[in-house]
């Protein structure tokens, strides 16, 4: 009977260090892609970054890669806090089962919500002949007191 029950909580235990895994390398690739979009792309290819594709979009996918990174980080730590309390201290993980959402949630939650004031951060000024386009940062970005 033991042996059963170590062998059903061995494979829950893997199965949260896989989604914790799974999830760590969604955040990482999403900051991959988009970076490589907003700073590769116009290395390769001049004038891209004054294409109506780019400056429009780059208010919107450079907040993306700060959720991507913010994610990243912390899914790290995570992974970290998951595997000191699996080797370290068994019988704790084996008396409480938690499951990965424990983990992913409230990450998945703060890296959303701590940088979605960068969504606000920029916006696309265009001239009347719409002929040039360029970002503009707003006036809170520039003061000393923001904080964010």
Known sequence: MNVVHFCTCRQ?????????M??????????????AFIFSL???APGFNTTFAYTHTLPFVLP??????TGSIYLTCAVT???YFTVCHPFYRFNHAWSSWVYIVPIVVFAFAYNAPKFFE????????ETYRYLRMYAYMISTQYVL
């Open 12 to 20: 829950r235990v893997q199965r949260n260090f896989h989604a914790l």
């Open 42 to 44: 116009p290395q390769f």
């Open 64 to 69: 993306l890669a700060q959720i991507g990174l």
């Open 22 to 35: 799974v999830t760590l390398a969604a955040f990482d690739l999403c900051y991959i892609c988009v970076s």
């Open 122 to 129: 920029l916006s696309v000024v265009v001239d009347d002949a």
């Open 81 to 83: 806090l998951e595997r």
